[in-house]
């Protein structure tokens, strides 16, 4: 029976177009119209404001004129999509639980410690009292942060890395690429310079450069768990990766593997664990948790599907070895890891 | 006969809930538990709220042949497959199809690359795979093409929890007072990827408003999987003065999805590829008469179930759907069709067909 029907349909679609019923060539402007904005959008070009169609062909007697419920729906769906991710973010954060549970409390406590300081700010005794309680780890870290232990050839080596972050989604478009915990966001700066689109994470106010409004008050693990998948082209991990837990540790490795675009390079730089605990062994003592050596890190990178892992331990018998008590970890996610959709792509 | 394995365990690229490949392999799970086998799913990506039902790739024990079978989900190009090729165990393959790589990567390249990846490793596997499952005829006939020695259907075990779910209340009280205004509802269910050409669908609206529903609206559900696409849709709509009358709903919870099927009054289907697509049968399940484009694996999932159409140029595609619409014995006829085809997919029936094949495979010499 269906076969006859298509005949009559087929039929009536031929009169149709001969009665003039359908303006001539509307089907081919429609299918320029969407090359027009298939093209605006792969390059990136601005969106066209409501009322304006931007620079894509017009359809003659198609666009009518905006109504007061047009609007109306239009906002409602912006919402929805709005509320729509907020909730998958929700849920991806509660996903990760107690493995990041470590590091949220001691973020806090620190995000706490720096608003008090603000309300007090003016009483020497607040101060002092407030400095004797804030961890000695955070106050390294800090140091570590606003006077980035990224110098000489380390810093070369780094940024030769994640310069070649590109974005795998739209051909031409800047690769996005984020600091965690980048403190005063200098290295933002840096990576911004070299024509990437770099972002920044620090969870303390009191490092944070005022104003940029590319960095955002988070901590590592925090920003990633609420990062969805395959977002960044390019992610360094400093300071925090010295001070980890053991099972805090893994899951950075994951989260950041997780965040990663196909083709996306990871960066940490981190502490040699041994020199820590020689040089400063009450700070390590209090720090919830040590640095790992180079290789602990490329195999937990590994495990989570990350690959041509490389290290970066700068030479201590080199004169130009400005921080040999440091080391950098680079790993890519493979381009032919697709996580989460399936071919068929039903 | 072959010997009688003590489990049969399943490899997957990647799983994720809601997603028809990642429900298949977890379905087939059950079967095989029921069947009395071991059988665990080793996936290399894991999505959340799968942790404890699925394990990593690194952790697939490697027994001997005569303990330990393989079934390998194969629907990408994945290093999954270079991990299933090199274990001992006797080899299953159970093909979902892979999109053509010419319908996404101009979108998403290294989709393209990935699929590419996926299509070489489907014809590098042909050789050492005991027997391919495959969930259309049309897969089927991939697998063969590809050198498959012997080769089965075996159907795809859809998620029928949006069958059965109860119509989110909001949603259908929404959409009818939009009814209220005049006009018909159109719907299309599916990921917002290229290959899925959601902007044929609406093309195919605006002929139809022109043509005879001047109010005609277009609800699409599903993720918006691929960034720049999604982003060229939402311009297209706006260039075409549709902002009110197309609906971006997004990923929506099952009581919505199932209010989008009640409230609708055709589902219609532009996609260039398919390897199976359960939407239609959702549809078919909720009464919803079927106008699709009938290429890859659409005609044999629909059969005569819907109306499929040879092209989808606008006109022809508005046309069938205003017949659909207005001719109230027709409707009546492919509504009942439909819901006989949506009970030959039910979950048990799939379930059975699944134990079937593996049945056929213990059964041969």
Redesign the interface.
Known sequence: ??SE??A???A??RE??ASG???PG??DE??A??E???E???SGAG??S?GE??S????A????P??L??LR??AT?LV??RL?SSLRRL??RS?LGAARAGESVWTQAHVTLDRMERLTAGSVLASRVLSAVRPRELAASVAATTNPALEGPLLTWVLERLSVAKS????GKPGLVVHAECGDGRFVEMLDARGLDARGADPRSSVRTAGTGKIVAAGTLEYLAATQAETFDGILLTGVVDRLRPGAARALAQLAARAL???GVVVLVSARPEVTVAMDPVAADLAPGRPLHPVTWCHLLA?F?LSELEVFEPDPSTSDASEPDVFAVSARR????????????? | MRARPIRIDQII??I?ER????HHALEAQKVLHSMGFVSEIYA??M???LHGRVHLL?DLPRERPERQWVCYQ??????AADVFASHPGLKLLDY????PAEL?E??????G???R??RKQLAELAPIVEIGFADSEFNRLELDEAGYRDTTVAPLMVDTTNFSCPPDQRVVDRLAAARARGGHDWLFV??M?P??AH?DVI?AL??AR??FDPEARLHLIGRE?C???A??L???V???????AV?????VSSGELSAYYASSEVFVCCSDH??????LLEAMHHRLPVVAYGVTAVPETVL?A?????SK????VA??VQ?VLTDAP?RE??VRAGLERARAFSAESARRGFARAIEQVLQAT
């Open positions: 029976m269906t029907v298509v009559e349909i087929e009536q679609a149709l177009r019923c359908v303006p509307l089907e429609l299918e119209c969407f027009d904005v298939a605006a959008s792969l969106m066209p409501v169609t931007g894509v062909t017009p359809v007697g198609v666009a009518g905006l109504s419920a047009g729906r239009q769906t929805r999509r729509g849920e991806r996903a795998q989604e739209v051909p675009a196909p083709g495990h599907g493979p381009i032919s890891r697709f996580a989460g959709v399936s071919g068929d792509l039903s | 690229p990647s994720v997603d028809a490949v990642s290399r990506n999505g959340p709220g690194e194969a629907s990408i190009g994945s290093p979902h199809n892979i999109s996404v101009r979108w998403l390249p290294h989709l690359e990935e699929i990846l996926g599916g990921q990827l290959h899925k902007q093309k605006v002929c022109r043509m999987s960034p720049a696409y982003d060229a939402h311009r297209y706006s260039a075409l003065g549709l902002t009110g609906e971006f709903a997004g990923s398919e390897g199976f697509c359960a939407p005569d819907g109306i499929v159409l040879a140029s606008p006109v022809l046309t069938a017949r027709l006829a492919l």
